[in-house]
C-alpha cells in the first residue's frame, strides 16, 4: 500500500490525464460489478476491512538486524475479498490517505489508483488464482505478495520517467532493489497472514472459480516478472534500436516507407503538447482494448462451437 | 498511520470552524480546488518563481478560512520529501537545479490546497459533495463506513499490540525469531478475524435501525448564487494566476 504514492505536481498532465482517464471508468466498472454481485452486507464488510489494512500496517514483523517491517495489504485484501472487491477498498483508502493524510495527491489519484487498486491487485490475485490448488499454493501466495509491490512499483517509476523525472540507471536499478526486497517481506507476510486467517476460518480465503493449468500460472508469473523488468529496464535507458541505429551511423540515412498514425505516440494535428500525447495514449489504449475485446470473442465463439 | 488519528481528529476541528470558504457549498469548493490543482500542475516546472502567483492565491484562500496558517502550512510538509527526492535525482542528471526547485514548490502549492478544501469542509459534507460531482454511490458509502470504522479497528490493532508488549515485555528474544513472525501473523489474522465479524455485526445492526443499501444523509442544499459567484471569482483568479505564471517564465 505504501509502495510509492505520487502526490501532486510531480507527473506530466499527459501522464496524469491519460491514467486519470483510464483509471476512472475502471473503477466505474469494478463498481457496476460489485454492485450486481455484492449484498448489501459487502458494504461494512469492504469499509471495515478498509480500515483493517490501516491498521494491519501498525503491526511490525521482525526482519532482522534490528528492523521491522509492515504488510502493506493490495495481494492480501485480492486473495481474501477477490480482486474487485479489493480494487473498490484500495481506491477507497487512497481517495482517503490522499484527503486526510496527504499521502498521494488528488490529481495523481488516477495514477495511484491504477499502480496499487489495479495493477497492484491483479498482480497479487493473479498468481494465486493460476497456483491456488496444490503444492504450489504458498508459492502462488508469495508470488502474489511480490508481484504486487513489484509491479506497482515498476508502473509508478515508469510514470516518473514518462513525466520528465530524469532518473540514471543506477537510481533505477537501486529503487528496484529496495522495492524487490521491499515485495520479498509482503510475500512472506502475505503467506504467513494467510495461512493464520485459513486457520481460524478457511471460508475467508476466496476460492477461485475454475482451475487453470499450472503451466498457465507460470506463464503468467514470468509474464508479469518480464513486464516489470522491461519497465524498470526501458525506464532507465534510451530506446535501444535508435541509440543503436545513431551510434553505428544508420539513422542519418533512414528513409521513410510509411508514415505512422501517432508518430513519436503524439496525435500531429492538435494543439499543444500535452493534449497531443494525451489523446495518442488514450488512442492507444483504446485500439489495444479493440484488438484484445476481438481476439477474446473470437476465441469464445471458437470454443462454443 | 503513524498518528494519522490525531491529525485527522484536528482536520475535524478546523472543518467545524466558520468562515466565507466554510459556507460555501462542498461541490463548489471541490471544484474550485480541482481548477486550481490543474492550473498549477499545468505550470511546467522551469523554475520555482513561476508558481509565486499560485502561492499568492493560496495564501490569500488561508486567510479567508481563518485557519492556523502554520499549522497547515507544517502539516503540508509531509509531501517534501517524495519531489525532494525525485528532484534531487533529476539535479543530479540533469544539472538543473530550478527544475527541482520548482517541482517541489508544485507539490507542496497542491498539497497545501488539498489540506485548505478539507479543512473548510466537515468530512460528511465532503463526501456528499465527492457524491454530488459523480464519484459512485457505493465508492462514497465505502468511504464512509471506512472512515466510521477506522478508528475503532485501529484502536483494536494497537490494543492488541500492547497486550502482546505486556507478555513478552518487548524483549525480542533473537533466537526465537521464528515464533515472534509467527506470533505476529497469528494477531493480524485475529485482527482480520475480529474486523471480518465485526462488518457483519455493523451490518446486523445497519439492518436493525432500517439500512436499506444507502446512507441516509441530509440533503445538500442547493447551491446559492454566492457560491456560483465565488466559484466564478475563483476561476477567473486561477485563471488570472496561471496567465501570470506564463508571463514570470
Redesign the interface.
Known amino acids: 500500500m505504501e509502495v510509492m ?7 506530466s ?1 499527459p501522464v ?1 490525464a491519460t491514467l486519470n482517464a483510464a483509471a476512472i471508468p475502471g ?2 466498472l469494478a ?2 460489478r ?2 450486481k454481485s455484492l449484498s ?2 459487502h ?10 489494512v ?9 526482519v ?1 538486524f534490528g528492523t521491522s517491517g509492515h ?1 502493506l495489504g493490495g495481494a492480501l485484501l485480492a486473495m ?1 475479498m477477490g480482486p474487485g472487491a479489493a480494487t ?2 484500495l ?3 487512497l ?2 490517505q ?5 499521502d498521494g ?3 495523481a489519484l488516477g495514477a495511484n489508483a491504477m499502480n496499487m487498486a489495479f495493477i497492484g491487485v491483479w498482480a497479487g490475485w493473479l498468481p494465486y488464482r493460476m497456483l491456488s490448488k496444490g503444492s504450489l499454493r504458498t508459492v502462488g501466495m508469495f508470488a502474489g505478495g511480490l508481484l504486487s509491490v513489484l509491479a506497482s512499483a515498476a508502473a509508478a517509476i515508469a510514470e ?1 520517467r514518462l513525466s ?5 540507471p543506477a ?1 533505477v536499478g537501486g529503487s528496484a532493489g529496495v522495492f524487490l526486497v521491499t515485495g520479498i517481506m509482503e510475500g512472506l ?1 502475505t503467506v ?2 494467510l ?3 485459513e ?3 478457511p471460508g ?1 480465503l476466496r476460492v477461485p472459480r475454475g482451475m487453470p493449468s499450472r503451466a498457465a500460472g507460470a506463464l503468467v508469473t514470468v509474464a508479469l516478472l518480464l513486464t516489470i523488468g522491461g519497465v524498470l529496464y526501458i525506464s532507465a535507458l534510451p530506446d535501444g534500436f535508435e541509440s543503436f541505429a545513431a551510434r553505428v551511423g544508420v539513422a542519418a540515412q533512414e528513409r521513410i516507407l510509411w508514415s505512422a498514425p501517432f508518430p513519436d505516440y503524439e496525435v500531429p494535428f492538435l494543439p499543444g503538447d ?1 493534449s497531443r500525447k494525451a489523446l495518442a495514449g488514450l488512442a492507444g489504449m483504446a485500439i489495444i482494448y479493440g484488438i484484445c475485446l476481438t481476439v477474446g470473442r473470437l476465441l469464445m465463439r471458437q470454443r462454443s462451437a | 498511520m503513524r498518528d494519522r488519528s490525531g491529525k485527522s481528529l484536528r482536520l475535524e476541528e478546523w472543518s467545524r470552524r466558520d468562515s466565507f470558504l466554510h459556507r460555501r457549498d462542498a461541490r463548489i469548493k471541490i471544484l474550485s480546488a480541482l481548477l486550481f490543482l490543474v492550473a498549477v500542475s499545468s505550470t511546467p516546472p522551469s523554475s520555482p518563481a513561476a508558481f509565486v502567483p499560485a502561492g499568492a492565491l493560496l495564501a490569500c484562500g488561508l486567510y479567508i478560512s481563518g485557519l492556523p496558517p502554520l499549522a497547515l502550512l507544517a502539516r503540508a510538509g509531509v509531501i517534501i520529501p517524495f519531489p525532494l527526492f525525485f528532484g534531487f535525482v533529476s539535479w543530479m542528471e540533469n544539472n538543473n537545479a530550478l527544475f527541482a526547485g520548482a517541482l517541489v514548490a508544485r507539490s507542496y502549492i497542491s498539497a497545501l490546497a488539498v489540506l485548505l478544501l478539507v479543512g473548510v469542509t466537515p468530512l460528511p459534507a465532503l463526501f456528499d459533495g465527492l457524491r454530488g460531482i459523480g464519484v459512485p454511490a457505493l465508492l462514497v458509502m465505502v468511504l464512509q463506513s471506512l472512515v466510521r470504522y477506522l478508528q475503532v479497528i485501529v484502536d483494536h490493532g494497537t490494543r492488541m499490540r500492547r497486550a502482546a508488549l505486556c507478555r513478552d515485555a518487548g524483549v525480542m528474544p533473537r533466537r526465537n525469531r521464528q515464533s515472534l513472525w509467527r506470533r505476529a501473523s497469528g494477531a493480524l489474522a485475529v485482527l482480520f478475524g475480529r474486523s471480518y465479524e465485526r462488518a457483519e455485526g455493523v451490518h446486523r445492526s445497519m439492518i436493525a435501525r432500517g439500512f436499506r443499501g444507502d446512507f441516509l444523509s441530509i440533503r445538500p442544499p442547493a447551491v446559492t448564487t454566492q457560491d456560483w459567484l465565488y466559484l466564478a471569482g475563483a476561476g477567473l483568479s486561477i485563471l488570472g494566476a496561471r496567465m501570470l505564471a506564463r508571463v514570470s517564465q
Do not use: Y
Not at chain 1, 5 to 11: E, V
Open positions: 504514492h505520487i502526490p501532486d505536481g510531480i507527473l498532465v496524469w473503477i466505474g463498481v457496476r460489485a454492485q448489501e452486507g458494504v461494512p464488510l469492504l469499509g471495515v476491512m478498509g480500515a483493517f490501516f491498521a494491519a500496517q501498525r503491526m511490525n514483523f521482525p532482522g504488510l481474501t473498490i477498498i481506491t477507497a483508502i481517495i482517503l490522499s484527503l486526510l493524510f496527504q495527491g488528488l490529481l516518473l520528465g523525472v530524469a532518473m540514471s537510481i507476510i504467513a497472514v495461512q493464520a486467517v486457520r481460524l476460518n475467508w500535452w
